[in-house]
């Protein structure tokens, strides 16, 4: 899933430092789409790298990335969760009936 957008990405999508969503056109390559993105960790990564990349939401050349498959699962940066503007309105509405 794409961190601007919310687009499904391609299965078995293999990011290179330059890529972007194919609908977007977002860069793929950040910190927060990728598997060791950990906030409060050292540099905010769970493996040992060793510069901190200070905007986590554009693209980087870190030889670490990895696509995180459960992007769609975690919380942003701020504790929120990822959910589509459609998927929040019904949890909404449900909310409301008997």
């Given at each position: 899933?794409?961190?601007?957008?919310?687009?499904?990405?391609?299965?078995?999508?293999?990011v290179?430092f330059?890529?972007?969503?194919?609908?977007?056109?977002?860069?793929?390559?950040?910190?927060?789409?990728?598997?060791?993105?950990?906030?409060?960790?050292?540099?905010?990564?769970?493996e040992?790298?060793?510069?901190?990349?200070?905007?986590?939401?554009?693209?980087?050349?870190?030889?670490?990335?990895?696509?995180?498959?459960?992007?769609?699962?975690?919380?942003?940066?701020h504790?929120?969760?990822k959910?589509?503007?459609?998927?929040?309105?019904?949890?909404?509405?449900k909310?409301?009936?008997?």
């Open positions: 899933m794409c961190a601007k957008c919310g687009k499904p990405l391609p299965e078995g999508i293999r290179g330059r890529d972007v969503c194919p609908d977007c056109k977002a860069e793929l390559h950040t910190c927060i789409m990728c598997r060791f993105y950990k906030p409060g960790a050292h540099y905010d990564c769970s040992t790298v060793e510069y901190p990349v200070i905007d986590k939401d554009k693209a980087n050349f870190c030889e670490w990335f990895s696509i995180d498959v459960n992007f769609a699962q975690k919380p942003d940066k504790g929120a969760s959910t589509s503007p459609e998927t929040a309105k019904a949890a909404f509405d909310l409301f009936t008997l």
